[in-house]
């Protein structure tokens, strides 16, 4: 029956038929039934009542065994995932904190090896122990092979960074002699012959004055003097400027242990 | 009226007392409570229709809550409860609707 199509209204007596019967059927009656009726009726008002709060105080007490095993069920499958994601999350956090850990040591790596380099460059300044040795030759007869070997002798001698009067001697230094001077890497260094060396001082001190070496050569051969002093911390503060190289090229090395 | 003034008295009482259900009762009580409703909808649609018979009531309020009840309890034997009581309720809400149309029918004449 459709609501939007309305019966014809019916007369007055027939509208209200229905509350009539209903109203008769309400008046109060002394009768078994009705007294019966008014007793289930309690009994359902008390059922209703009951229920309604057992379900709100109750939560998994009144559920059936199935449906407690199907939120076990579900319980157990979302902790299952759960701790999956845990152990991969914490894998991941694992690799990260080892990954950067890593990253630090290999940057002191490089910081160190760094270092290494421009001592050996002569880019950078040095302090240390070591020996200064000074050379007093009046008479000029000190000469750059003489020199040379006075350095090829330190060297030996594990001397780490050397410098001849204000410059720094490198790996690719070169002497010269230039009438009655000495020249390295093209600067003149003159007498006094000031020779500051790092290293451990007692050899290095030793080699100079081992016998038939250089201070022998130099007090016996050439007449000058020679004096050499040891000392705890020395500083080799002289640079030697790096100039790029026009044909060598580095070949990439297979660990990318910068160095910039 | 009588009945009507019994639903409320018995609603007080559940509410003040608070009763706790039995635990064999609880898969019962909210199935045989639709039961129940059902039967006092059908009564009130007996009344309107003329043919209201207070033994009739009485009998069939009583039936419908055992059988409801039984169904369930049936259900919960052979494993199927929770579906049997969805049924139950399926079908009992049904005929509530059902009563409740042609009251509205009578009463409201729509």
Redesign the interface.
């Known amino acids: ?1 459709s ?1 939007s199509d ?2 014809p ?2 007369p007055a007596t027939e ?1 209200s038929f ?2 009539q ?2 109203a008769l ?5 002394a ?21 309604v ?3 709100q105080v109750l939560g998994l007490g ?1 559920l ?1 065994q ?2 407690l095993v199907t939120i076990l069920d579900n319980a157990t499958l979302l902790s299952a995932r759960l701790d999956q994601n845990a152990r991969e999350l914490q894998a991941t956090r694992d690799e990260l904190i080892s990954g950067s850990s890593s990253g630090a040591a290999a940057l002191t790596v490089a910081q160190e090896r760094l270092d290494t380099l421009r001592i050996l460059a002569g880019t950078t300044s040095a302090h240390g122990p070591g020996i200064r040795m000074t050379i007093n030759d009046p008479q000029a007869k000190v000469t750059a092979p003489l020199l040379l070997d006075a350095i090829e002798e330190l060297r030996d001698a594990g001397a780490e960074a050397i410098q001849v009067g204000d410059v720094r001697v490198v790996a690719s230094s070169y002497f010269d002699q230039a009438g009655s001077e000495v020249e390295i890497d093209g600067t003149k260094v003159t007498e006094p012959y000031v020779i500051s060396a790092i290293g451990n001082a007692q050899t290095l001190s030793s080699a100079m004055e081992i016998p038939g070496g250089l201070s022998e050569n130099v007090r016996l051969k050439l007449g000058a003097s020679i004096t050499i002093t040891q000392a705890t911390d020395l500083t080799v503060g002289a640079l030697h400027t790096l100039s790029e190289p026009r044909y060598a090229r580095p070949i990439p090395s297979p660990a990318p242990a910068a160095i910039p | 009226m009588i009945p009507a003034l019994g639903l409320l008295v018995g609603l007080a009482v559940g509410l003040f007392l608070h009763p706790a259900v039995p635990l064999a009762l609880q898969p019962y009580l909210p199935i045989a409570v639709i039961a129940a409703l059902d039967a006092v909808f059908g009564g009130v649609r007996a009344v309107l229709d003329g043919i209201f018979n207070d033994k009739v009531f009485v009998v069939s309020f009583l039936s419908n809550v055992v059988v409801a009840a039984f169904i369930v309890f049936l259900g919960d034997q052979l494993g199927v409860g929770s579906q049997l009581s969805t049924g139950v309720v399926v079908v009992l809400g049904i005929r509530i609707f059902s009563n409740v149309a042609s009251i509205r029918r009578h009463l409201f004449r729509a």
């Open positions: 029956m609501r309305p019966p209204r019916v509208d229905g509350w019967r209903l059927m309400a008046r109060p009656r009768t078994k039934a009705n007294a019966l009726a008014a007793l289930l009726a309690i009994l359902l008002g008390f059922a209703v009542a009951t229920q709060r057992q379900n009144s059936r199935v449906e």
